[in-house]
């Protein structure tokens, strides 16, 4: 297979330290929307935002009401992105990306 291109990659990759220091420092005091964000934070030991300014889909149960066929638990994106987009097609036979997450 051919090389990445040198456009894709970065310029320099950081050690995890210091990169989860400055997503960290990214995320203080900004309002944070996702699904299911539990898993991320936790991966970058993100145990103190504030509810204020966090949005996560999986969580509102609003979202969740306007599924025809709700089932206890958290809903999935998928799900979400069906009921409310009209979108069911997302990751569907595909890997899981996050850009693609990000744009439902």
Known sequence: SAAPSSAVLPAMVLPLNEAMRQANAL???AVVVGHDLRH???LLRRFHQKRVLLRDTAFCSLLKAGLD?????LPSLRGLAG???GDASLHRGR???SVEDARA
């Open 83 to 85: 009921a409310w987009l």
């Open 40 to 42: 991320d934070f936790k």
């Open 95 to 97: 890997a899981h990306d």
């Open 69 to 73: 066929a709700p089932r206890p638990g």
């Open 27 to 29: 995320l203080d005091g």
